[in-house]
């Protein structure tokens, strides 16, 4: 049984940092797509970032050159972000699919985590 838990949320001030962890439980693959999406209030899921396999992270446009992704063991992703603003407010999902796939679209992931709250105050 594959459980993925978020950590890392809280309330921020714009500007700051913080960070995320996703911990995967069960048996993770190496071939395998974790990424992080985020739900704000009223909007669709949108994605955030993701690694496929072994390849590099590759993020959304808005999140580009200050948010980043890292993998250290198939069992974890993590995801750093800088210069937080207001707009980043969400809930921040994990997820992850045991095969490589483009993973920006929510739907080709099988498992997902129950969120973490991120909220930036202006």
């Known amino acids: 049984q594959v459980r993925l838990v978020e950590s890392g949320g809280g309330l921020v ?3 700051a940092s913080r960070s995320l962890s996703c911990v995967l439980s069960g048996r993770a693959f190496s071939r395998s797509t974790m990424g992080w999406f985020r739900q704000a209030p009223g909007k669709e899921r949108e994605f955030v970032a993701a ?3 072994s390849g590099s992270p590759y993020y959304a446009d ?3 050159g200050r948010f980043f ?4 063991t ?3 992703i993590d995801l750093r972000m800088n210069s937080l603003k207001p707009e980043d407010t969400a809930v921040y999902y994990c997820a992850y699919v045991p095969k490589v796939i483009n993973g920006r679209a929510a739907g080709g992931y099988d498992y997902w985590g129950q969120g973490t709250q991120v909220t930036v105050s202006s």
């Open 69 to 72: 992704a890292s993998r250290n």
């Open 62 to 64: 808005s999140v580009k």
């Open 13 to 15: 001030q714009a500007g």
């Open 51 to 53: 690694i496929s396999g």
């Open 74 to 76: 198939a069992n974890t």
